[in-house]
């Protein structure tokens, strides 16, 4: 579509330019907008299969040579019950409440001296991510929704899925006068070119393998939201409910043994009947790995796991916050002073109390979808929604007033200086 | 104090297991701490103020070899008032509602699985600085509060007077067993160190010159919370009224022309009675710089400013946006659309109509103190107080609930799976 690089740089730059267009419209507008893409997904979900098939036929013939993974082969493939379901992910995000422009904070500083804080929009927004169709309605919805223009680049192999939702959402967005606000990209120069707008693409969201993701964050000055590693651990603490242990451990690994959410480790107190617990395991099919040093960071992605003993909670979490990569750490315990001490000193992004890691989602925590998880302790950990894709402005509203008729110390003004009131505000 | 490289590390380490003790502590524990520091500060003034003496007598040496600005001498100097007054820092941070343990998003996902989010420090963090002894009490006590140890790396010139504050506020967290929380820097192979300590460093929260912000951030991997440059516009719109106008302006560039909020570039309509403010400003002693390209993003830390006629408000804006450094910018004008348009469009921290750039500030907007303004847009924006520096954690309590007895998608359950609740808790 786009082969100059110029191009595609003054490209982004319309699409910043349109964010704020989008930003200013009303709430009610941006929600309607989204509801008229998930009528278009529905009515154009032939369309996208016969798109999608195309991209599997190709995706088929690597997958025979062994250039293509079943796994990312699965990915790519749209059902007809999962094209059908795409308008969903529209439906679901516009019915989120929208924090965009609400006050939250205000403060009167001295008369007619008014602050308030309110919520923006980041500006641009570029998603790198592979496979999935899907991720391309989900991503946009929450861009747009939050007022944010967005780069949507998708992997080679789902091309044809790519331009067939890009262009239902782009046409949308075009009877609004807002076509700029979204940008397909389609090739690893575009991905570069997107690594060096610092100053106009204000996010990046890569989704994908470890490598992947950590050669965006140390090839970009732009913020980076996404995690590498998704290393989990379960602790199964002394006098664990066994019952709860084996659903719990079960689930974790085996509902859906890539996803970054799954377990990694097992942490076993002596005490935690885990003899009872490996025989329940082995019966459910899940592989032992009497591990050791090299293995404390591996992602099996598959049937197996990590296990050690640790000999009191402290070592299970001081192991986890050793070798964990702060997604997703859960404990299995009765006993509920060791359950606050594992949530208050585990130090990830989330901590789980007789629970599954696989809930660890933005849909399930009741975000309404996640543009990706955050392992990064600042600006947004853990799932990330809308706020994610939020910032705050300062406004402050005077009538002349100069800080120098204020004095910064209530117990040293000088002669005729003012004390800020410093009056909070509801909001 | 420390020469050896792996002792630091060590030191570093240490700081960042004991910030759990602290985190742990009630809240009203943390507060009294900062109380304890602020009577002993009070008690301590003399020994503070002869060690400030001391590193003055050094500094005067540097000031005639012309090594050190008067500035940065000013900075340095601590009168008997103003060394008198650090006990206030302590107090007003102590004074501050803890955000720390709070809940901020709660959600009942069905019978028996809650869901909540609270707010928890990020753990440890390092400050570089110059200069100004008052930092040290100021940057302590907002990380203290917030339930973070903090590594201090203040300027060689105040040495002398920052050990003896650092003796201050670790002897009193001593008296509670957290000494380890504080760390005090002393040389720049230090600094070295703690940038390479990702994982064991959260934040580095470099204050300094445009250079030096810019060299942390290109040569480390950890979050970088801050601003390298301040370039703040005020545009006078037509039919600004001249009275408020030469008060804003005069309070933006004189009031402390250094400060990074002092205006730089003043943008005028043709229509905004500029030559009546032309000549007022002369008379306050303004230089004006008929500026060029070259001088959009000068920096003039004096009594001078670069001056340019711009056709429009939306011709301001997009200089705004386009030289401006996004930390605080301000519209003179008697009209509110003009108003309202300006606040939304322009891209920075801190927008204000008809009021001085130079409030922009974490005491007066009512943050207690600040540990810098970030003109990041990640995380925090602006002035940042306690909230910059905690983080979040997703907290789920179950049962031994799994996963796949749920499903993602209303639309589409399979046989014997449950929605969500997704029920919003009260917090």
Known sequence: MMNDISDFKAVCEAAKRSSVKLAA???????????????????AADAVLSANRE???????DLKSGEMTQALYNRLKLTPEK??????YAKSVSALSGSLNTVDYACKLDDGLVLERIRCPLGLIAAIYESRPEVTVQVSCLALKSGNAVILKGGREALHSNRVLFGIIRDVLAGHKLADCVVLAENREQIRQILTMKGTVDMIIPRGSNTFVQYIRDHSAIPVLGHADGICHIYL????????AVRIITDAKLSYPAACNAVETLLCHPASEQTTTAELLDRE??????????TWRTEYSGPGLSVKQVSSIDEAIRHINTYGSGHTDAIITENDLHAAQFIREVDAASVFHNASTRFADGYVFGLGAEVGISTEKIHARGPVGIEGLLTTKYVLRGAGHARSDYTDNPERAKDGQKNYTHQPLRR
Chains 1, 2 share one sequence.
């Open 25 to 43: 419209l009303p709430d009610d507008l941006r929600t309607g907008i989204l509801l008229e893409i998930a009528a278009e997904l529905d009515r």
């Open 55 to 61: 991209d599997c036929r190709a995706a088929e013939a």
């Open 285 to 294: 099919g899940i592989a032992y790995h009497p591990a050791h040093d090299n």
């Open 83 to 88: 094209a059908g379901g795409l308008s969903v």
């Open 237 to 244: 603490d002394e006098g664990a409910d066994p019952v709860k």
